[in-house]
């Protein structure tokens, strides 16, 4: 392999990311990028560098002279074919580091290396986004559009995958187009529109798997990969190795147990408490015999008394039999008597059917009498109707009257306005100059107003006067407190506070005036509010703030940042930095001892030298970590600089230097850098005597503000005197314009009312003739009241003789009436005569008839009795009858008495009282157990069914799957011991196998140390280069059984030790290039044999049949003479801000070709490193 000089590694705090550069050219042997790149390649010391394409050697060589030379390195590559699915090529423009770019990458292994930053990582992110996968797999951005080059709308990757033979006869070309705007991606392939989804099933198709991180391993998911847990492995190693059926078997046993552990789980739990209740049932079996015989016996009881209604039913139709044959016998008896007495009674009724007929007159002839009454009556009303309407003729006729001499009065007023409206009309007014008037009253109004115009104007200066006044005064105050700052600490302090941030200064002013608005007190900045305890620190002390910590202000709650935050946004102040700190000083405690800090040199924390608010110290600590820096006033030595880079210190400061310790983590302990920095002048927590300059201003300025201040006192009282003056001309030309206008007015009224005297006078005329007509109508009105009036009196005349005949007709009515009631009372007398003589034989009926009645009564009340009780009898009997009770009752005796039913009931009542009631639930409660039981007990023969075939289905599946996982495993331990041993370690592989398929997992085994046993690998026994080195190897032992078509590693030897990362490289290199593994004792070949090797001629059989799937190795360093192979292809990543403009000046083929020209020539090339 072609050595080349390679620079120290760069720390990642020392220089940008790799996505932080400009646009950079991919150099392939193979070819070239599609555009120049716009920079120029960095060079260290200040270096330049020139072309070597076309310059003459002093031997004769020429580069491009050896043409058998350049065409095996350009045909290296394509000696081997490209599985289906590796990738061919790889175009970017745009895309996150580059402007434009192209890769050939080889059939095997590629080696993309070149300087942190330069674009190398930009490569597996273009392949990851490019077939479909989302940035979620790089562990990088988490929007598509943040890997569009910045400055650029939308980006582009073009991937070119090699063809299977089968389903594609030429290679696939996919290209993805990612659009800044919207955060969208599109595809297409080979040219035609694509989803995503379409795209990532056609790269599965091909076996290629980006999430799976045994093939896909990109820079920023190597820790997530060193942290994958056996479990995991095991899946990832079958998504890279094994069939889809495997894997799909292995689901099915997961899910297969899943199901039998949970039928399991149930049925234990169902036989527990199967156990239990059957436990319980045997417990209560003989309180529910007890209770069931009680049960029975309150049923009988409760037959018993179902039953009442047919014993009642039975004696109530015997009492209605009774009944029924007293009442026949009573009626019989009433009719012999009725027979007896008839003739004595024929004549009682024959007088009493006169009464009868009598009082039936009586009734007729009064109400005869209430007619006439009624027609007498209504005669009178219309009598008195009449008199009312002869009544208002006679106020109407009054009224017409009084009418007419109205008018008369009205006619006489018209005739006395018309006389007086002539004699006005002979008296002409006098003539009105109404413009003279205007004019004149023009002229005031003009006076007034400029009296009023120069008021306002006086007034408004004196405003203005006044106003200045008050900023004058204001000013020497603000002066005076200037001056009286300039010669306080705080005072000088607010001024630098001023001098930085006139803003951060307006917001602590605001502050100060609204304290009592927050919750807990508002700190001001540490230029403020802090100080340095001893002056010989204020450099070392001042040096490790910046500008931004300095001004921050620091509240103690959440709501005072929120109301403080709003305050800034209303005051439009931008530039304001506010911090939180509620805690105190307790968590912030130094790293150290003090007696560790003697050691390392230091004379205290930076912490105990400042002096101010506890929460700004804390705000502080947790900013700057003032309590974990050193400070030193002599400078670090050697020895201490190196006990500190052991230390949890990570800063501090001496005399002449502050220092920063950075470490990263995931590259080992070893992998720190240290940022020094000079030290720089304090210039805000310094003692600096008054600036007697803006004393003698500030003083001058107060001087001249006061005399300001006077002069506008001078003016405001000039002002005053010359308002009253123009107040005075404005009340005179205000009583002048008033009288003007008052003159004016009373012409012009003068002048309208004599034009409008003929309009008056023919208005008055006008009233007068209505008002003569009017009289004439009264007069017609009053004729037509007396007529009326006439016809009143006739008509009443009429009224009252028909009145005195209703009233006679009245009075014979009433004669009739007494004869008719004279008669009635002769009749009574007569009846009653006869009445009391059959008094006793009446009594006598009467009584036989009541009796006859209490017995209808009694027989109906009986009836109605027994047929209720023939109802409930039926309604228990009927169809929707309990049958046991139908059945009972239709046993019971055919005789049997209501009292025989009431003693049978109150036997039953008496064993029920002899008997325990014990809990009424108790038989519910047995029989709800029962149904429970019989549940559980089908439920888990159920279970016990389901699991036997569940048993069944896992044996199948397992006897399946195992054996090839066996197998499969086997295969990668035997090339991971080979590996391990080539490397004189040892190592193996193997599946640890447990009851639940979900935790069967890989179980890598090593030994790294000759007299230690095998360990299993984990974070805790090995480092993290043995890790790294078992890591790869386990990579490389799955290469032969993968079915990946490519496979990608990204800085995975970064933290090995040189001789692992040499060992590593010899066995990838072996692996992905197929050479067969020599015998260690054949290693001793020379540097020039193996460099030679390179240009040899190789079979075309023989390159074909090796090597296994294509390998992307990512890094960006090596180390020299590492073992180079033909299969391999180096791409070279070099890009910078230095980078020439024509891209014919950096040329990597042409340095390969030129060392191989020398040392054709003879020449001798020293090697670096």
Known sequence: MPTAITPRRRLRDDFESDEADSASLDMVPSSQPDFASNKRARLSDGSTSTSLNGTPLTNGYHPQSNLLQRETLRSRGARRNYQPGSIVRVKLANFVTYTAVEFFPGPSLNMVIGPNGTGKSTLVCAICLGLGWGPQHLGRAKEVSEYVKHGSQEAMIEIELAKDGKRFKNNIVIRCTIKREGNKSVYSVDGKTQGKKAVIDLARSLSIQIDNLCQFLPQDKVVEFAAMTPVELLRSTQRAVASQEMMDIHEQLKDLRRKQKDAQARSTADQDSLTNLESRQRLQEADVERMREREQTVQHVLYLEAARPFAAYRSARLVYAQAKNRRREAS????????????????????????????????????????????????????????????????????????????????????????????????????????????????????????????????????????????????????EQELAKLDSQAGRQEKKLQNASRETAKLCDWVQQHQDEFEMPVLGPPIVECSVKDPRYVDLIESLFYKGIMLSLTVQTRNDLKKLSNVAASLRLSEIDIKTMEAGLEPFQPPVSPDEMSRFGFDCWALDLLDGPESILSMLCAELRIHATGVATRDTSTQQFEMLQKSPISAWVTSKSSYKINRRREYGPGATSTQVKPLRRATVWTEQPVDLTAKRVLQENIAGLNDEAEACGTEIKEAQTRIIAWRESFQKAGEEEKQLTTEKTDKQRAISEFKALPTKLAANEDKLASAQAAISAVKDRLRAIVDQQDAIAMERAQVALDYADAVEALRVRHNSLHEAEIMLIEAISDFDTLKERNSSVKELLEGQQRQVDELVRETNETQREARGLLETCSRLLGPGADDELRAFLQRLPEGQTTEELEAEIDSEKARLELMHEGNGGVIKEYETRQKKIDSLTSRLEEIKFALSELDEKIKELRDQWEPELDSLVG????????????????????VYKDDDFDQWAIQIRVKFREHEPLTTLDSHRQSGGERAVSTIFYLMSLQSLTKSPFRVVDEINQGMDPRNERLVHKRMVGIACGIVDQPTNNTAISQRDDEDRDIEEVDEDDEAGRGGSQYFLITPKLLHNLTYERGMRVLCIASGEYMPAERSRVDFKGCVDLMRGLRAGGMSVPVAG
């Open 971 to 990: 295969k990668i331990s035997e090339s991971f011991s080979f590996n391990m041993e080539q490397i004189s370690c040892a190592g193996e592989v193997g």
């Open 332 to 479: 019989e008896e009433l009719t012999r008597l009725q027979n007896e007495v008839e003739p004595s009674l024929r004549a009682v009724n024959a007088t009493q059917r006169y009464k009868e007929q009598i009082e039936i007159v009586v009734a007729e002839r009064k109400d005869a009498i209430g007619k006439a009454e009624r027609r007498a009556d209504g005669i009178d009303k219309r009598f008195c109707d009449l008199q009312d309407n002869h009544n208002e003729c006679v106020a109407q006729f009054q009224a017409e009257r009084n009418s007419g001499r109205e008018k008369k009065l009205e006619i006489a007023r018209h005739e006395d306005t018309i006389r007086r409206l002539k004699r006005q009309m002979e008296e002409k007014p006098s003539e009105l100059d109404v413009q003279t008037f205007n004019e004149r009253i023009r002229e005031k109004r003009r006076a007034i107003q400029n009296c009023s115009d120069q008021i306002e104007e006086l007034k408004r200066k004196q405003t203005e006067l006044t106003q200045r006044g008050r900023e004058k005064k204001l000013r020497v105050q603000q002066a």
